[in-house]
Nanobody
């Protein structure tokens, strides 16, 4: 299984970015998928995710600003991030949980990870 994350970059506060995560070897629609982020000196934290059923969930910090979507034909998930803030600066990772864990917000529930893409938001 390979996950390829892309779309990171540098933007000013208030700007937008769209992250993509393409999978090979497994199908997103049959597994849980999550976007996590990790800032320097901090633990990896959930940003948003989608259960295999299609239901989405978001961290409080991402609600009303970020939107996760899935394209089954392309086996790709997207994280649209709007109204970005400096505190959103981090490396963003997509991850796949093939065991359909209940604890979807916990990094240890995910067994495959992408390489990470840097998001930098300047004030």
């Amino acid at each position: 299984v390979q996950l390829q994350a892309s779309g990171g970059g540098s933007v000013q506060a208030g700007g937008s970015l769209r992250l993509s995560c393409a999978a090979s070897g497994r199908t997103f629609s049959r597994n849980n998928v999550g976007w996590f982020r990790q800032a320097p000196g901090k633990e990896r934290e959930i940003v948003a995710g989608m259960r295999w059923s299609g239901s989405t969930f978001y961290a409080d910090s991402a609600k009303d600003r970020f939107t996760l979507s899935r394209n089954n034909a392309e086996n790709t998930v997207y994280l649209q991030m709007n109204s970005l803030k400096p505190e959103d600066t981090a490396v963003y990772f997509c991850a796949l949980d093939t065991r359909r864990s209940v604890a979807v917000r916990v990094p240890t529930s995910y067994d495959f990870w992408g390489q990470g893409t840097q998001v930098t938001v300047s004030s």
